[in-house]
């Protein structure tokens, strides 16, 4: 039987920054599942779909097969075939995502291949439905956050220390706004769910963070 942990939260909470690093702690499978509907949407970006085109999204969606594998321990996502790790971070494809994530035919097609890597190992899965949707019965479920202006300063902080531009209320006013069509779409919206241990790290170190979670699932394994 594998073990679950499910990492759920907003946009910039520290969830794959800290889902990573767990996963080494731990020796267990780190899966990025907001890679994989970027994947899509790089597809749908390419076949030159528009984001608020939901019907165009829903049919077109299943000709992007995807698939992962691992090559030193980093998740590599494969779009019918080939590596693409390196686009999914443009701002387009960021877009074209948070648009087409709220579409129920893209949700669909990634589901299988989300739960069949959790059946066959001991995954570590950050998303925003994961413990309510896609792993119900993960043995372990964190809701990690931390406050809207935290998450804006570390972003702002994030650009400044690469020496990019960064203006602070245009970065809040992004988090804002995608909160709100993460929280508020129709089909599987970000939320806590019920039996989920509520971690807020606005004022936690990222060690602090891993500390808690891997102690959680120490007492959980022990059961
Ligand atoms: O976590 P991220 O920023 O890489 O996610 C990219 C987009 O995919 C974001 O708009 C939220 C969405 N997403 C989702 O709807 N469900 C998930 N399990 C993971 C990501």
């Known amino acids: 039987m594998s073990f679950n942990i499910a990492i759920d939260g907003p946009a910039g909470a520290g969830k794959?920054?800290?889902?990573?690093?767990?996963?080494?702690?731990?020796?267990?499978?780190?899966?990025?599942?907001?890679?994989?509907?970027?994947?899509?949407?790089?597809?749908?970006?390419?076949?030159?779909?528009?984001?608020?085109?939901?019907?165009?999204?829903?049919?077109?969606?299943?000709?992007?097969?995807?698939?992962?594998?691992?090559?030193?321990?980093?998740?590599?996502v494969l779009l019918n075939g080939v590596n693409v790790n390196d686009k999914l971070r443009t701002e387009e494809v960021s877009a074209m995502a948070s648009c087409s994530s709220a579409v129920a035919e893209v949700r669909q097609h990634l589901l299988e291949l989300q739960r069949s890597l959790a059946r066959t190992q001991n995954v570590i899965m950050d998303g925003r439905d994961i413990g309510t949707t896609v792993l119900p019965d993960a043995d372990v479920k964190i809701?990690?956050?931390?406050?809207s202006e935290i998450r804006a300063k570390r972003r702002y902080d994030e650009?400044?220390?690469?020496?990019?531009?960064?203006?602070?209320?245009?970065i809040?006013?992004?988090?804002?706004?995608?909160?709100?069509?993460?929280?508020?779409?129709?089909?599987?919206?970000l939320r806590q769910a019920d039996d989920a241990i509520l971690i807020d790290s606005s004022y936690m170190t990222p060690e602090e963070v891993l500390d808690a979670i891997c102690k959680l699932v120490k007492e959980k394994e022990k059961e």
């Open 16 to 76: 794959s920054t800290i889902a990573r690093k767990a996963a080494e702690a731990l020796g267990f499978t780190y899966v990025d599942t907001g890679a994989m509907y970027r994947a899509i949407a790089c597809y749908l970006f390419e076949q030159g779909i528009a984001p608020e085109d939901t019907a165009a999204i829903a049919s077109a969606c299943t000709g992007a097969d995807i698939s992962i594998r691992y090559e030193n321990g980093e998740q590599i």
């Open 143 to 147: 809701y990690l956050t931390a406050s």
């Open 159 to 170: 650009y400044i220390s690469k020496g990019q531009e960064a203006d602070y209320d245009e």
């Open 172 to 189: 809040l006013a992004e988090i804002n706004e995608r909160d709100e069509r993460d929280m508020n779409r129709e089909v599987s919206p």
